[in-house]
């Protein structure tokens, strides 16, 4: 009989193995897709503040979700109906989450170059996420001080020495990472928060301001920035 390898052709088992892991990819792909489809539910007061965050990894994923923003006086009835008894929350198909930085990690899923290309930019796409959630507890605790006496320690020594260390991870381009991730996005959505408080915050740092510029002009990002969909304060 014709020799199958002999004569260059994959003997079937070969072929049909390699068809089933493309199928396999193909109905995965296509899971994704339909789930994305079912609308998101975010809520958060009505404010950028802990909010802020998901919202523009919610606009980098590229999901359709809507925004709930509720009052103070909304919140005691919504509160014991909420996952953790905290906001903000996330509502999507059977999944309902709080805690920001879980539900930014769930936007991720759905837009998974945002969760970095390559091990080293996963690492660190994930270590500055947690570092997002570090800085939005202290500058949070310096405005929930006492007449906002908290904010001089903030501008003038927790920031400048956060910084400091964040200024190692950057590359010769003022990113993070190869390309636009998660942890980029925390970041710079907590840079942006303190800029709201101090405008001079990152003048002593103009690689760190760089990148906030460089967040700013990718494309998701700046279409929100110029027409945002939410009318949030800071």
């Not at 802990?50 to 923003?69: H, M, N, Q």
Request: proline share 6%; net charge neutral; hydrophobic share 45%.
């Amino acid at each position: 009989g014709i020799n199958a390898e002999y004569m260059g052709i994959a003997p079937f088992e070969d072929i049909f193995r390699r068809l089933t892991r493309r199928m396999k990819l193909l109905v995965f792909s296509l899971l994704v897709v339909c789930a994305s489809a079912e609308l998101f539910t975010l809520t958060y007061f009505q404010a950028k503040a802990r909010g802020w965050f998901p919202i523009l990894a919610a606009e980098a994923s590229g999901v359709d979700y809507t925004y709930v923003g509720i009052t103070s006086d909304q919140w005691p009835k919504l509160k014991p109906t909420t996952p953790l008894g905290q906001l903000p929350t996330l509502k999507h198909n059977d999944v309902y989450i709080g805690q920001s930085l879980a539900i930014v990690r769930y936007f991720g899923r759905f837009q998974p170059s945002l969760l970095g290309s390559t091990d080293r930019d996963f690492a660190v796409g994930q270590m500055l996420i947690d570092e997002a959630g570090d800085l939005y507890n202290a500058l949070a605790e310096a405005a929930f001080s006492e007449n906002q006496t908290g904010y001089p320690a903030f501008f003038k020594t927790t920031l400048p020495t956060q910084l400091g260390h964040l200024v190692k991870f950057l590359d010769s381009r003022n990113q993070f990472t190869a390309q636009l991730t998660l942890g980029e996005i925390g970041i710079f959505s907590q840079l942006d928060l303190a800029l709201d408080v101090y405008p001079k915050a990152l003048d002593a740092f103009p690689t760190i301001r760089a990148f906030v510029q460089y967040v700013k002009s990718t494309p998701r990002i700046a279409s929100y920035l110029a027409h945002p969909k939410w009318n949030l304060p800071a």
